[in-house]
C-alpha cells in the first residue's frame, strides 16, 4: 500500500520568514520540501541557491527536501546542493549534454536522482535510465513561475508513466509540479501520482494545517477507491 506525498513549493512562501514559514507546512503535515531553484537562463526566473538550502537545514528543517533544478549547466551545482543537505536533486534532461553521467554525479554525492519532464517533452527519454531514477517529475506547466494553471493533457501522461512504472515493478515516485490544488489534487493522484507539488494552493491560505486536512481527505477517497 503505498503513501501519497504532500511536497509543498516553498517558491510561494513568504522569503522575509522562509525558515519559520518552511516548518509551519512540515508542522501542519507536510511530507517533503519542494525546492524550485531558477538562473534565468534555463528559465526566465532567478530564485535559490545552495546556501539558502543550508540556511533551512541549519534552522533544523529535518524534513527531505527535493530540489528541483531548473539551470542550465547542472552538473557543477550538484555537489554544493548535495553538501547543503539536499534529498533529491532533480534536473531535466534538455539541460545535461549527458543525462546517464548527471544522474550517476547525483547518486555518487548521497542524493536520490529526479529527472523532470516538460509539457512538450515526450517520454522516450525515460526509456533506457530507468532504473537509475528514484523520481520522476512530471511538469504541469512549463517551468519557471508558481501560480500558474495546470495543464490537462499531463492527465494522460500520468497515466502512461504509471504504466511504464508498474510494468517494470518499480517504485519509482511519481510527482506532479505546477497548478495543483484542492479542487485538482484528487484526479491527479487518480491518474497514478504519488508525490504533489504544492506551491499557491497551498500558501495563499494562512491556516495551513486545515487545508493540508482537506488535502488528505481528497487523497483518502482516492485510496480508499484505488491503490496503485
Ligand atoms: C514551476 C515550479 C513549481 C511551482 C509550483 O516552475 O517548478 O514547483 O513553484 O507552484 P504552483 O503550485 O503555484 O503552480
Ligand atoms: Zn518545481
Redesign the pocket.
Known sequence: MKKFFLAP?I??ADFARLGEDTKKVIDAGADLI?F?V?DNHY?PNLTMGPMILESLRNYRIQAPIDV?L?VKPVDSLIPLFAKAGATFITFHPEATLHIERTLHLIKDHGCKAGLAINPATPLNVLEYILEKLDLILL?S????????SFLSSTFKKIREVRKIIDSNFSDILLEV?????LENIGDIAFSGANVF?????LFKYTNYELIIKKIRKELEYVHSRFIH
Open positions: 513549493s517558491l510561494s519542494h524550485d531558477m528559465v528541483h531548473m511538469m506547466v512549463n517551468p519557471g513561475f508558481s501560480n500558474q509540479d505546477g497548478g495543483i490544488k507539488v504544492i506551491g499557491s494552493g
